[in-house]
């Protein structure tokens, strides 16, 4: 009979020791949706700043990883785009954040490739064009492509709807995007998750993230910011 496995199970405080000044921080989440918000709001009460963070974009001023660089905490951003964000457009054009982009795929893949332990891809989008100036380039099959290195950090924040202690992960809906991905591509990976159940709960057709990928769980405290679609109430 097999020893069983420690419990992930840890505690916020743990999580934040991991995330210091100046390190590269790996998010999952898209506008917002599948940002884990209880790491975020501890990450904004720690004070943590000189950020390098890799993630499909830059949230909404006040929703998810946008808080961070609404308060100055970000000094480059790795992402698709920051459009919904203008504090980010802001920082960007007076110089005081650097912002690289790649599409949106090409940023999955990237990603992906740094989870599987890839070096990087290959691929034609920007071959001919200022993309592709200082950038190592190879000829397949009498195709030019552009070599783009894989992406990791130092460590991934991940948000799921269920955890288990071994760390297997299950999203909701639209709120899996780039959750899995990022989860594989970290050093270090946190998940923070809305509910942990017991050992043997989840369905194992229903994990998306295998345990393997995810180094701590916390429990979230649920979403405190109203989404830019919500309506609010008008009182008199």
């Not at 963070?53 to 001023?61: A, L, S």
């Not at 893949?109 to 070096?119: D, F, H, P, T, Y």
């Not at 998750?193 to 990928?213: C, M, Q, R, W, Y």
Request: with cysteine; glycine share 14%.
């Amino acid at each position: 009979m097999h020893a069983s496995l420690p419990s992930k199970v840890s505690t916020l405080e743990e999580a934040l020791s991991r995330i210091n000044d100046g390190c590269t921080l790996m998010y999952g989440g898209f506008g917002g949706i599948g940002n884990p918000p209880t790491l975020i709001d501890g990450l904004m009460a720690k004070g943590v700043k000189d950020l390098t963070i890799i993630g499909n974009d830059t949230g909404f001023p006040h929703i998810g990883i946008g808080r961070l660089v609404t308060a100055g905490r970000v000094k480059k951003v790795i992402a698709s785009h920051i459009g919904s964000n203008p504090f980010a457009g802001q920082k960007m054009e007076d110089g005081s954040m650097e912002v690289e982009f790649f599409p949106q795929g090409t940023l999955a893949e990237k990603i992906r490739a740094g989870g599987v332990g890839l070096g990087g891809i290959v691929l034609d989008v920007g071959v001919g064009t200022m993309m592709a100036e200082g950038r190592q380039t190879v000829v397949l099959n009498g195709t030019t492509y552009i070599v783009e290195p894989a992406l990791t950090a130092d460590v991934a924040i991940v948000h799921a709807s269920k955890a288990d202690p071994y760390g297997n992960l299950v999203y909701d809906k639209s709120g899996r995007n780039m959750n899995p991905l990022v989860a594989m591509a970290g050093q270090f990976t946190i998940a923070e998750a809305d509910e942990i159940v017991p050992l043997g709960d989840l369905d194992p057709e229903s994990i998306v993230t295998p345990g393997i990928f995810v180094d701590i769980i916390i429990p979230s405290k649920g979403v405190n910011w109203s989404w830019v679609w919500e309506k609010k109430a008008v009182t008199e």
